[in-house]
């Protein structure tokens, strides 16, 4: 089986939210392969401003492909 180049997941997130830590089980399960990093939104004044009320935030390879839940299969497509 060939696999394609490892991406960069990030899962933008905070403590305490329930969403995100749904959407970081579903980010682990499909992207294993890959590079996947948590950011918690609330250690950066800008991340803040971004990203507010929007988390979790996932992208992949800095492209933004989903926010409050996680379609497994988006998720595996933009990991093609």
Known sequence: MRR?????????????CHLCA????????????HDVRLVDIDADPALVERYTVRVPVIT??????????????????ALR
């Open 60 to 77: 992949v390879d800095g492209a933004e492909v989903a926010e409050y839940q996680v379609d497994p299969a988006r998720l595996r497509a």
């Open 22 to 33: 749904e959407a970081e089980a579903v980010v682990r399960r499909v992207a294993r392969r």
């Open 4 to 16: 394609g180049p490892r991406r960069e997941v990030v899962v933008y997130t905070r403590q305490g």
